[in-house]
Nanobody, 119 residues
Framework: QVQLVESGGGLVQPGGSLRLSCAAS????????MGWYRQASGKQRELVAT???????NYRDSVKGRFTISRDNAKNTLYLQMNSLKPEDTAVYYC?????????????WGQGTQVTVSS
């Protein structure tokens, strides 16, 4: 079993930066995909970025060039560096980990951390 705890959210002005962290504990898969999702108020949850156990990354178009997903294997921690933040980035951000064979949306989830981008 895997437990995920997100942190690092908060209030930031447009153009600012935040770094989200997701600390994982418990048993970890050998071959996995970790991802950041977000859900804005009144909207569907959407995938922001993923990174595989092999280091392959993917981003949704709206965050390309602004967000960077990374991990520290020694610390079992996933990160999302968010730069040039926009109001439309406002959402609750969730960490997810699943095996590479599982369907998207399956696996384990963190509790979420609120990111608010506003003047």
């Amino acid at each position: 079993q895997v437990q995920l705890v997100e942190s690092g959210g908060g209030l930031v002005q447009p153009g600012g930066s935040l770094r989200l962290s997701c600390a994982a504990s418990g048993s970890m898969f050998n071959m996995y995909v970790m991802g950041w999702y977000r859900q804005a108020s009144g909207k569907q949850r959407e995938l922001v970025a993923t990174i595989t156990s092999g280091g392959t990354t993917n981003y949704r178009d709206s965050v390309k060039g602004r967000f960077t997903i990374s991990r520290d294997n020694a610390k079992n921690t996933l990160y999302l560096q968010m730069n040039s933040l926009k109001p439309e980035d406002t959402a609750v951000y969730y960490c997810n980990v699943k095996t590479i064979w599982a369907a998207e949306g399956n696996g384990y989830w963190g509790q979420g951390t609120q990111v608010t981008v506003s003047s």
